[in-house]
């Protein structure tokens, strides 16, 4: 089973940037898809964007939707979250996941079986 290992949190001023990073070890990505879901305090774990290895097909939640670009760099084994025009209501812990479904484009959080430990984004307003 792949193991994920997030990094690139921080802390931000809103309207800046962050991009995070959830590299992969003791398996490729080749094989799964690989989504972002993110949890605030007080609140539930929410999908923001995945991407189906299979084919590069991507999916965004509404909130994030021209803001957030999902990528994956298979020669690094690597998926990036670029974040830009971060707002306050962004900060979160940050996990990525990993379903063993390449083609699948979901941002449930059943759908995925490998979770990395996450990482903090804090956007200062």
């Known amino acids: 089973e792949v193991q994920l290992v997030e990094s690139g949190g921080g802390l931000v001023q809103a309207g800046g940037s962050l991009r995070l990073s959830c590299a992969a070890s003791?398996?490729?990505?080749?094989?799964?898809?690989i989504a972002w879901f993110r949890q605030a305090p007080g609140k539930k774990r929410e999908g923001v964007s995945c991407?189906?290895?299979?084919?590069?097909?991507?999916s965004y939640a509404d909130p994030v939707q021209g803001r957030f670009t999902i990528s994956i760099d298979n020669a690094k084994n690597t998926v990036y979250l670029q974040m830009n025009s971060l707002k306050a209501e962004d900060t979160a812990v940050y996990y990525c996941?990993?379903?063993?479904?390449?083609?699948?484009?979901?941002?449930?959080?059943?759908?995925?079986?490998?979770w990395g430990q996450g990482t903090q984004v804090t956007v200062s307003s």
């Open positions: 996941a990993a379903s063993p479904r390449p083609q699948l484009v979901s941002l449930k959080i059943p759908d995925f079986s490998s």
């Open positions: 991407i189906a290895t299979s084919d590069g097909w991507t």
């Open positions: 003791g398996s490729t990505f080749d094989g799964y898809a």
